[in-house]
C-alpha cells in the first residue's frame, strides 16, 4: 500500500475563512459523493495546509498509514473550515479541524469527531499595542467574529471583571490585525499564530495566552456517520499512524518540518516556530473538551452562528480511540 500526497504551493498563504461566513460552504450533494469504502480502499483526509495539522504531514511523507494498512491521501485545503466543507460534500472520507469549525457544519451533515490530534494552551495569544500595559487598558478589540478569536476575548474580559459594553469589537480578517494594531486601529487582539508573532514584530507584546482564560485549542478529526460505519477499521489504523507521527513531531520537530516542507512547501524555520507552541498528540475526548465544545455551542447559538443547541455529548465519539 502506498500514502498519497497532494500539494498545493499557494493554500498555506491564504487567508483564513471565518466561521460564520455560510457563502463558501458546499451544499451536500452538489458534487458527485464518495461511496463507502471497503477495507483498505483509498481514503481521502482533508486538513489545512498549516503546521497545526504536522502529524498528517508526517504520516503522509513517512508512510505512516500504509505502515499501519491504510492507503491514505492527505489533501491540504486553506484551512479546516474548507477541508470540512469538502467532508460535508462528500469530497472526501475524512477531515481534520478546530471545535467551531465543526459545530457550525452539525446541522448540514451527520459529522462524527473520532479524537483529538493536536492541542495547546498557547497557540492563541493576546497581542497588545505599544503603551498598552494591561488588558483592562484595552478599548478596542481586533475580533475574527464567530471564531474562537472572539470567544476567547469574550473569555478574557469575563476573567478579568472587565465590561463587555465599555469594549468596543472590530471586525477583521487575520491578516488585517496586525496592520491595525500598528496603526493604532484597535489596542490588542486575540487571533492564533502566525499573526500574534506578526503583531509582536510590528511593535506590539503579548499580553497572555488562551490557556491563561482556561481554553484549550484543540483539533478533531471527524469523518461522516454513514462512512464510519463502513470503516472503523480503518478509522482505527489511520489515527494509530497519527499517534506514530505526533510521536515524531514531539520528539524530533525538524524532521517533523521537513515532512510539513515536503507537502506544503512551508518553510522549516516557520513550522519549528509554530510548533513550539503546540503539543500533536492523539488521544479520546475528556469531560473537559466535552466542557469546551457545550460552551463553543452556546456561544455559536448566541451570535445566531447555529439555530439550535447542540448536545455535543452525542456527537462526540468518546471511546473510539483506544490508543
Not at 506544503?264 to 492523539?282: G, H, Y
Request: hydrophobic share 45%; charged share 20%.
Amino acid at each position: 500500500m502506498r500514502t498519497k500526497l497532494v500539494t498545493n504551493s499557494t493554500v498555506f498563504r491564504r487567508r483564513r475563512t471565518l466561521l460564520l461566513s455560510g457563502a463558501s460552504m458546499l451544499a451536500a450533494g452538489a458534487l458527485p459523493s464518495l461511496p463507502a469504502l471497503a477495507q483498505n480502499a483509498p481514503v481521502t483526509i482533508g486538513v489545512g495546509a498549516d503546521p497545526v495539522f504536522t502529524a498528517f504531514f508526517v504520516a503522509a511523507n513517512e508512510k505512516l498509514f500504509a505502515k499501519h494498512g491504510a492507503n491514505v491521501t492527505v489533501q491540504p485545503y486553506t484551512d479546516g473550515g474548507e477541508a470540512l466543507n469538502a467532508l460535508v460534500a462528500n469530497q472526501v472520507n475524512m477531515a481534520c479541524a478546530g471545535e467551531p469549525t465543526h459545530i457550525v457544519r452539525l446541522s448540514r451533515a451527520e459529522l462524527r469527531p473520532l479524537a483529538v490530534t493536536y492541542q495547546s494552551k498557547t497557540y492563541l495569544k493576546l497581542v497588545a499595542r505599544k503603551g498598552i500595559p494591561t488588558v483592562d487598558k484595552i478599548k478596542k478589540f481586533g475580533i475574527v467574529a464567530g471564531s474562537v478569536s472572539e470567544y476567547v476575548t469574550g473569555l478574557t474580559l469575563s476573567k478579568m471583571g472587565i465590561d463587555a459594553s465599555k469594549v468596543e469589537m472590530v471586525r477583521s480578517g487575520p491578516p488585517e490585525l496586525p496592520a491595525l494594531l500598528a496603526r493604532g486601529d484597535i489596542d490588542g487582539y486575540f487571533v492564533w499564530e502566525p499573526w500574534p508573532t506578526l503583531g509582536v514584530q510590528q511593535g506590539g507584546h503579548i499580553l497572555m495566552t488562551c490557556g491563561d482564560v482556561g481554553y484549550t485549542s484543540t483539533l478533531w478529526l471527524s469523518a461522516t456517520a454513514g462512512w464510519l460505519a463502513s470503516n472503523k477499521e480503518v478509522a482505527g489504523n489511520i489515527l494509530k499512524a497519527l499517534a506514530e507521527a505526533a510521536e515524531i513531531t514531539r520528539k524530533d520537530p525538524p524532521r517533523a518540518a521537513q515532512s510539513v516542507q515536503a507537502v506544503t512547501r512551508i518553510p522549516v524555520p516557520q513550522t519549528l516556530n509554530s510548533l513550539k507552541d503546540m503539543e500533536p498528540v492523539v488521544r479520546d475526548f475528556t469531560d473537559a473538551d466535552l466542557n469546551t465544545a457545550n460552551a463553543i455551542g452556546q456561544f455559536l447559538l448566541s451570535k445566531q452562528a447555529i439555530k439550535a443547541p447542540v448536545d455535543m455529548s452525542k456527537v462526540l465519539q468518546r471511546g473510539f480511540y483506544k490508543g
